[in-house]
């Protein structure tokens, strides 16, 4: 908190003093989402190139002087600190000159959200509370009842009645209490908030609780360094509720602010087209209006997001746009970062790297551009979306253990195969 000088509406642009206890502006209610706001002069005289180079710390904490938390004085999970790959093989088959890959689903529970959710549960510490609520499609929840067992605190999560078995599975496991709500993730939501106010809970409902894109801004301060703070002219996001995106925009924003970096890069919102409201507004240049959910993506399926301002701003503030991109797309781009990459995604992590392919195949997209795409989730956690992919895939071999394998008519055809999709790579 060092740096924090106050918080600021993104509506009414009004401010408030570093020790407001509201998490949104009185004047204008729920949708009055703050933004915290820094002494960027202060902060530039300890955030340095030097300082990077010599912290030790491998979590998001080595970024605390650049956010709004206490260190702590325990043990957390060690969250951040993913794998950054230079893409070889998918950007060789897409003509890219440098594509480079932000695995998140190596964090504690798989996810990027582990970054916001950590935040959540140092600043729940703070506040002296000992429970912390939140409505979830799936991934912040897990992510926030894991970081909550570490630290001692008590979850109460809301999922919808369509959260995938993987990361319900989580939730049980990390010892949270569960609520499965019958309906969307409005209906969710609603029902958080509701639990909120009636006991007294933390609230780490990212769209409401300013602090959290201050968590996810670190998957860009990460990806910065990791490059040496070497300029990026693209950065991909999925986008569902809209404070992922947002906080990828914060984090390069602040290290603008402190003359780390010389450019923002643009920076592309990728949402599916069966739930796609920041692209509808977007192109139409209007409010954001409330769509049905009709999307494997479950993660980033948001008909109502609670975070509009922010997640527009990231885009239209680094001169980057919105696209989507179609389930089947989606279901390709998990199958081609899996082959050719080893990184297995879920549906919405995976939605971002459909963007850039799809650009590619529309040549809307420079080649010799710098790129980096963030894969938010791991597969294992929604294994029923790639179900007829696998069964797809998967040769059935009845064996006579009487005669030789290579006299098999299956396995000889699927050599065949093999043979010749290898003499075509090379």
């Known amino acids: 908190m060092k740096y924090v000088t106050s918080y600021q509406c993104t509506l009414c642009n009004q401010t408030f003093p570093k020790d407001f206890e509201e998490m949104t502006c009185p004047s204008c209610g729920e949708k009055g989402i703050l933004d915290v706001l820094y002494d960027y002069k202060a902060m530039k005289e300890t955030v340095t190139k030097e300082y990077f180079k010599t912290c030790k710390e491998p979590s998001i904490l080595r970024y605390a002087p650049m956010m709004s938390i206490e260190l702590p004085k325990y043990e957390t999970l060690q969250v951040g600190n993913t794998p950054l790959y230079k893409s070889k093989r998918l950007a060789e088959q897409l003509g890219l000159t440098s594509l480079y890959i932000k ?116 998957v860009a301060i990460e990806i910065s360094e990791q490059l040496d703070f070497r300029p990026i002219d693209y950065v991909f996001v999925s986008v569902g509720d809209g404070c992922t995106i947002a906080g990828v925009y914060k984090g390069f924003y602040d290290l603008f602010q402190i003359g780390i970096i010389d450019k923002i890069p643009k920076i592309i919102g990728v949402q599916s087209d069966g739930c796609d409201p920041f692209y509808q507004a977007y192109i139409n240049n209007e409010p954001l209006k409330e769509q049905e959910e009709n999307t494997i993506a479950d993660s980033i399926a948001v008909g109502i997001p609670r975070n509009p301002v922010k997640g527009m701003n990231a885009v239209k503030k680094s001169n980057g746009f919105y696209m989507t991109v179609s389930d089947q797309e989606i279901l390709d781009a998990i199958e081609t970062l899996g082959a050719l990459e080893g990184i297995f995604s879920e549906p919405a992590g995976a939605t971002a790297t459909a963007g850039i392919i799809k650009l590619v195949e529309e040549n809307a997209l420079p080649k010799d551009a710098t790129i980096a795409v963030i894969v938010t989730g791991n597969g294992l956690k929604d294994l029923n979306s790639v179900a007829s992919k696998v069964e797809e895939k998967t040769l059935l071999f009845n064996p006579n253990i009487d005669s030789d394998i290579q006299e098999n008519p299956t396995i000889q055809g699927f050599i065949a195969q093999l043979k010749h999709r290898n003499k075509r790579q090379k």
């Open 103 to 218: 695995d998140e689903g190596v964090n504690p529970t798989a996810s990027l959200k582990d970054r916001a959710s950590l935040v959540a549960c140092l600043k729940a510490i703070e506040k002296g509370q000992d429970t912390i609520c939140c409505s979830s499609t799936g991934n912040a929840a897990s992510s926030l009842a894991g970081n909550a067992a570490k630290l001692g605190l008590q979850s109460v999560i809301f999922v919808p009645e369509r959260a995938p078995l993987g990361k319900l599975t989580q939730l049980v496991m990390y010892g949270s209490n569960v609520i499965k709500v019958a309906g969307d993730y409005k209906a969710t939501f609603k029902a958080s908030k509701k639990a909120i106010d009636d006991y007294q809970l933390y609230n780490r409902n990212a769209a409401i609780n300013p602090h959290l894109v201050e968590g996810k801004k670190t």
